[in-house]
């Protein structure tokens, strides 16, 4: 099983600031990667997937970089929607998906 | 619109059987995975298995191999999620999700709430 260690685990940022979200993948996954954000008491939502392109509707300041086992999410200018939980998952090994524990984003 | 609907909030008691429903519509139903995801409370996410609805071609992650049954019946384009004997441990919010051409999951249902108390 490919074991994905998000960190950190809390992150305190300031709106208006940036955020950057790590990933890592116990092994390689290519570029086979995705980031969801949860908010409380919600479904997730997909963000990002191939690692780096944003899904239908999501706004330009979130992007993603990596390959391999090394993974960042960045959000440009946090506005105060955006604080929740970010997980990353690999598919890169059909069937056995596996997700990062999350990062809790919170506000500074 | 492209739609998971899953079925409401279940109360159970322990050893009791439980199949929870997600229902999809706005797409070709049988075109796409459908895969089931745990969270526990306060925890984070846990794929558990995911079906082909089209001939209902199944794989569980071996954390839920036999503890779980996932079915299809794309007549009426819902996949379920099953137990025989549930736990206290089983006490979650579980999520159906489908599989995209993208190969994450792109589409979400709401969740049910699976509690199991005595």
């Known amino acids: 099983e490919i074991v994905m260690t998000q960190s950190p685990a809390t992150l305190s940022v300031s709106p208006g600031e940036r955020a950057t979200l790590s990933c890592r993948a116990s092994?390689?996954?290519?570029?086979?990667l995705a980031w969801y954000q949860q908010k409380p008491g919600q479904a997730p939502r997909l963000l990002i997937y191939?690692?780096?392109t944003r899904a239908t509707g999501i706004p330009a300041r979130f992007s993603g970089s990596g390959s391999g086992t090394e993974f960042t999410l960045t959000i440009s200018s946090l506005q105060s929607e955006d604080f929740a939980v970010y997980y990353c998952?690999?598919?890169?090994?059909?069937?056995?998906?596996?997700f990062g524990q999350g990062t809790k984003l919170e506000i500074k | 619109e492209v739609q998971l609907v899953q079925s409401g909030a279940e109360v159970k008691k322990p050893g009791e059987s439980l199949k929870i429903s997600c229902k999809g519509s706005?797409?070709?139903?049988?075109?796409?995975?459908i895969g089931w995801v745990r969270q526990m409370p306060g925890k984070g996410l846990e794929w558990m298995g995911i079906?082909?609805?089209?001939?209902?071609?199944?794989r569980y992650s071996p954390s839920f191999q036999g503890q779980v049954t996932i079915s299809a019946d794309k007549s009426i384009s819902t996949a379920y999620l099953q137990w025989s004997s549930l736990k206290a441990s089983d006490t979650a919010m579980y999520y159906c999700?489908?599989?995209?051409?993208?190969?994450?999951?792109?589409?979400w249902g709401q969740g049910t709430m699976v509690t199991v108390s005595s």
């Open positions: 999700a489908r599989h995209g051409a993208i190969d994450a999951f792109d589409i």
């Open positions: 706005g797409y070709s139903f049988t075109s796409y995975w």
């Open positions: 079906i082909y609805p089209g001939d209902s071609d199944t």
């Open positions: 092994q390689s996954v290519s570029s086979n």
């Open positions: 191939g690692a780096s």
């Open positions: 998952q690999q598919y890169n090994n059909w069937p056995l998906y596996t």
